[in-house]
């Protein structure tokens, strides 16, 4: 099976449960949304959205702008049948099983986002680039991804025991910065949540359907992940790294094959750190 294969399975396994353990998903989707709010938009706006899980963000979208046109794309078509389920009384909304980084769309896009999708992706930075030439001449692309510090605890948990962890290595806010240079807005945010064991953590992501170690990562033996369990018995704290991209078009073009991004000017940027008190986590 191919990796996108077994993404798509290991979060469509999780749709039916998804938003009862979603609780930094939707922290995630309700900052962004801020932000989305924040710009001037077109009344009767075309939306769309790549990785719209069970349609968190997509209905916080059809409250906001009633008047908006939505597609909801995702990777895993149990996950899109979740969301189709949950926004059923709103008629102006689409779906598409889609691979985010293979958009199979045209053009003309007033506003494509994404949260916490963009982390699964295998070449974040140059699809950015690609997704961002679909926009209409005024159009943003905004995203919420993770960062490079993400749960940095539970790296730390490995290194301190000499093991390799799975955590995925994505983008840091370096790398985004480097990408969209001012007046795009790049900021971060950090999550905690508090989990009773290393374990309690493990199988939280679980429930969420975001279990996949990075590609090629070789599973702890048995006998060695209980050992590192044991080295956190009074439980874990981890925190989300939340990157958040802003930026409009007209802002991409290909230069002698690499991706290079001019953007327009107008948008305020302050390049912040917000730090918030921790979730409650739901029994
Ligand atoms: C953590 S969930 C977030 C879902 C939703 N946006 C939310 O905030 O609740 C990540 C979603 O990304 C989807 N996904 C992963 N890789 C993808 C890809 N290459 N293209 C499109 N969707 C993808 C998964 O199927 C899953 O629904």
Request: glycine share 6%; proline share 6%; charged share 20%.
């Amino acid at each position: 099976m191919t990796r996108s294969r077994v993404v798509a399975a290991t979060f469509g396994a999780a749709a039916h449960q998804y938003e009862r353990h979603a609780t930094a998903q939707a922290h995630a989707a309700q900052r962004l949304m801020a932000r989305i709010q924040a710009h001037a938009w077109p009344n009767s706006m075309k939306i769309l959205e790549i990785g719209c899980g069970t349609g968190v963000l997509s209905r916080a979208l059809l409250r906001r702008f009633p008047e908006c046109r939505l597609l909801c794309t995702d990777l895993s078509d149990r996950m899109v049948q979740q969301a189709r389920c949950n926004g059923s009384e709103w008629h102006q909304v689409s779906f598409a099983v889609m691979d985010g980084e293979q958009l199979a769309v045209t053009r003309g896009w007033d506003l494509i986002v994404s949260s916490l999708t963009w982390q699964w992706f295998v070449t974040p930075l140059e699809t950015f680039a690609r997704v961002g030439r679909l926009l209409n001449p005024d159009g943003r692309l905004m995203v919420v991804t993770l960062g490079d510090q993400n749960f940095h605890e539970w790296r730390q948990l490995h290194t301190r025991a000499g093991l390799s962890h799975g955590m995925p290595d994505y983008p840091s806010m370096a790398a985004w910065r480097a990408l969209l240079t001012p007046p795009a807005c790049v900021e971060e945010e950090f999550l905690s949540q508090d989990h009773p064991s290393p374990l309690a953590f493990l199988q939280h992501l679980r429930t969420l359907g975001a279990n996949q170690p990075r590609a090629g990562y070789p599973p702890l033996a048995a006998g060695t992940l209980r050992r590192l369990l044991r080295t956190a018995p009074h439980g874990i704290t981890t925190s989300y790294h939340l990157i958040f991209l802003d930026a409009r078009a007209p802002f991409f073009s290909h230069d002698s094959g690499r991706v290079s991004l001019q953007t327009s000017a107008g948008d305020e940027h302050a390049g912040q750190v917000h730090f918030y008190p921790k979730l409650a986590m739901r029994p």
